[in-house]
């Protein structure tokens, strides 16, 4: 369509300050980033965090953009242009407006809180698999983005919702249903504006990104956007939320008060759906769940006492979109392990080697805690901090390490531009003097140090990076993976 079709289209969202320029040009595609913009593209100045997309207007018209939206006036183009008040609000709601993109035809969910969501958009998704066929069935998520039977590479935990849209135009075939991971910086920096959700499910909030948000409540209204933000609430919309969490807790307050529909899951007296039992061990995890009167058992493969919520957090869900329980029941059974979520290191030893992505000191704890509960030996953990993010976290993360294991390695994560040992450093401020630990800034070698101390029964927890193939050092992404290096040091040291 033309660029004046695309902003009459558009224009209840838009806001429009300013315009100028000449022409009505054809519009076949809408990029933010100046070195993706092809012919026939809408180049949408977004503001960044260090620099303004306003900077690379010139290289996008020289790339090929016909048309350029920004929140600022720019007479000295003779490419048309429009002004609006918040171009992040608009992004999205231009790539339904271009590609008649319809929400109303797919059920969509969006998963947020600080830890938990990979797991929990991924029980979703094998839910919607069996409800409505694996090819109709997408996933958006920081291990990988999943459309139906296509697995691509995410870069962002959770994408601008205009490359939703795009995908969405270009699918042969087109979702049915959509489970998203929702991150606070995503809702913050309004990179979902032009979704709106069937689901709206919270996990929990413990401390992390405050380098971003600066504080707990700013932490905290970011996510509660997804409840309470009516731009991504579809008519008929639920909300789910772990009333066992202080946040969600208060959140599930704020909205029953505000007469919105929502479920509290949890062990809380009042939970809606209501954990009553559950089992671990490492074949898996059982739950009691008991929902209008009604009791329910549910297994699936996946391990720790933390998943009995993210199970839960499913299970409400389905109630809530009233789906069969039979269905819900077989696909927590038939529930693969999450890449680099409490996964089992395939080792010839006689100790256990875990891999997860823990990296705030709620999950560490969470994580520690389910292995020494199925450990008979001692709980080792090699952990680190990354670079560049929040640094109050990191001597809560020793703190968390010294309370729920035996022993740990202190090493990097992803060091970034940081020095690896200033942020070690920063992580001994909260370890105790009188635990045992060691500090080896190479990760491998920090692998290969506890593995060498482990013993029959022991279970080494290596943390942080989870599925993560790679590690960032100054700038450069090199070949790294915490289950491949375990795999590597059992098979060369075969001490027993």
């Known amino acids: 369509m033309t660029f004046r079709e695309l902003l009459n289209i558009a224009a209840i969202n838009l806001k429009v300050t300013a315009s100028g320029g ?18 026939g593209s809408l180049y949408v100045a977004v503001p960044g965090t260090k620099v303004h997309g306003d900077t690379f207007i010139e290289s996008a018209i020289k790339n090929g953009a016909v048309a350029i939206i920004s929140e600022n006036s720019h007479d000295e183009l003779s490419t048309p242009w429009t002004a609006v008040s918040d171009v992040r609000a608009v992004l999205g709601v231009l790539g339904i407006a271009l590609w008649g993109i ?15 969501k990979t797991t929990t958009v991924s029980l979703f998704k094998n839910l919607f698999d069996r409800v409505y066929g694996k090819e109709y069935s997408w996933l958006f998520g920081t291990i990988a983005n999943v459309l139906g039977n296509e697995t691509v590479g995410a870069s962002h935990t959770t994408p601008e919702a205009v490359d939703i849209f795009r995908l969405i135009d270009k699918a042969k075939v087109k979702p049915k249903s959509l489970v998203m991971e929702v991150s606070s910086h995503a809702l913050a920096l309004k990179r979902t504006a032009g979704m709106k959700f ?7 909030l413990t401390q992390d990104h405050l380098d971003f948000h600066k504080s707990m409540e700013e932490y905290y209204a970011a996510k509660r956007r997804l ?4 731009d991504y609430i579809q008519p008929g919309w639920r909300g789910v939320i772990n009333v066992d969490d202080e946040y969600g807790k208060r959140l599930y307050s704020e909205l029953k008060s505000a007469n919105m529909t929502v479920c509290g899951y949890g062990r809380s007296d009042g939970a809606d759906v209501k954990i009553t039992g ?18 329910f058992a549910f297994t699936s493969p996946l391990r720790g006492f933390f998943n009995v919520y993210n199970m839960t957090a499913m299970i409400a869900g389905a109630f809530a979109l009233c789906i069969d329980v039979k269905v819900i029941t077989e696909a927590l059974a038939s529930m693969p392990i999450v890449s680099g979520r409490m996964d089992i290191v395939d080792i010839d030893a006689p100790f256990t080697v875990v891999v997860d992505y823990a990296h705030t000191p709620d999950a560490l704890i969470n994580v520690l805690k389910t292995c020494e509960e ?26 968390a390490v010294a309370e729920n294991c035996d022993r740990a390695v202190v090493t990097s994560d992803n060091p970034r531009s940081e020095e690896p040992e200033a942020i070690i450093d920063d992580i001994l401020k909260g370890m105790p003097s009188d635990f045992p630990y060691k500090v080896m800034a190479d990760r491998r070698e920090a692998i290969k140090i506890a593995l060498s101390e482990a013993q029959e029964g022991d279970c080494v927890v290596i943390a942080g990076k989870g599925h993560e193939n790679y590690q960032e050092i100054k700038g450069v992404k090199s070949d790294f993976d915490d289950r491949a290096e375990a795999m590597k040091c059992a098979a060369t040291t075969r001490r027993r």
């Open 102 to 116: 319809d929400l109303n035809t797919l059920i969509a969910v969006g998963v947020t809180g600080t830890n938990g």
């Open 278 to 295: 559950w089992k671990c061990d490492w074949s898996g995890t059982s739950v009691d769940i008991e929902y209008q009167g009604r009791k």
């Open 227 to 230: 409840f309470v933000d009516c």
């Open 374 to 399: 199925l450990t008979s030996g001692k709980v080792i953990c090699v952990f680190g901090c990354g670079g560049d993010r929040d640094k109050t976290k990191r001597p809560l993360m020793a703190k």
């Open 22 to 39: 000449h022409g009505d040009p054809i519009i076949s595609d809408i990029s933010y980033d100046s070195r993706n913009v092809k012919p």
């Open 198 to 204: 069937n689901l709206s499910v919270w996990t929990n």
